[in-house]
């Protein structure tokens, strides 16, 4: 499970105007073990800058973030081994093969030599991948790419399952067994946290939601919250969310 409490962002623009943008504002969200939690969002509304947070990539102007009760700011190394990170571009390691990426993956996280075997062949053979391991990622297209860093994060078997807008790429058939792993691994007793723009796929696949406006969070809960409280038991998640986050400056 993870932890976001009270976390702010602020960005400052260039030196001529010097203004400031509170990108995230007093945040705070709990994600527990064995739940798909979908965080939506419009475009800007600070969904990435949340995440990367989360993950570490950006350091939070105040508040906590918590890994398996480990917080990222304070055990950094630690806390960076309980979860796995699916980003929104897939665009790196052009250079290498990728299997040596994979490889690489695995020997950062001391994956034994049985496991990685095993957990390659296993993840590559359901997204399609074998056959071109041997290829350099800068000949992959983007879909491509984006299964291989789907592959890369679940062969660490992470507790902690983030992704950042982890369909766009997809193909339907990749797609389909990318959300088949994220059931499997909540049903494990595991936390699978990602954020979409399509609301399909959030209404049926999460067991709760989180909607960010502005950088400030206006709903967590379950959908049949969401319709009790902003809608009706007949509208759709879409509906409710445009209702939500309108005016919001998309």
Not at 107 to 114: A, G, L, N, Q, T
Not at 147 to 176: C, H, Y
Not at 183 to 190: M, T
């Amino acid at each position: 499970m993870f932890e976001i409490k009270n976390v702010s962002k602020t960005y400052t623009g260039k030196k001529k105007d010097n203004k400031t943008v509170k990108a995230v504002n007093n945040l705070s969200l709990t994600v527990n073990n064995g739940e798909i939690f979908g965080f939506l969002g419009p475009n800007g509304a600070g969904k990435t800058t949340s995440i990367r947070m989360l993950t570490g990539i950006l350091e939070p102007d105040e508040g906590e973030l918590l890994l398996d009760g480990i917080s990222i700011r304070k055990e950094p190394l630690l806390a960076k081994r309980q979860f796995s990170f699916v980003p929104d571009n897939p665009e790196t390691f052009s250079r290498l093969k990728a299997i040596e990426y994979l490889t690489f993956i695995c020997d950062v996280y001391k994956i034994s030599d049985e496991d990685r075997v095993e957990r390659i062949e296993k993840y590559c053979e359901r997204f399609g991948l074998k056959s071109v391991l041997n290829n350099k990622i800068s000949s992959y297209s983007h879909g491509m790419k984006q299964k291989l860093f789907l592959v890369a994060s679940l062969i660490t078997d992470p507790q902690n399952w983030i992704l950042d807008e982890p369909m766009v790429g997809l193909d339907p058939e990749a797609a389909f067994i990318a959300k088949e792993i994220m059931k499997e691994r909540a049903q494990s007793g595991k936390t699978v946290f990602f954020s979409t723009h399509v609301m399909e796929v959030a209404e049926k696949l999460c067991d709760r939601i989180g909607i960010i406006k502005k950088g400030e969070l206006v709903f967590t809960g379950t959908i049949e919250e969401l319709k009790k409280q902003h809608g009706s038991s007949g509208a759709s998640l879409e509906d409710i969310f445009l209702k939500l986050v309108q005016n919001s400056g998309e």
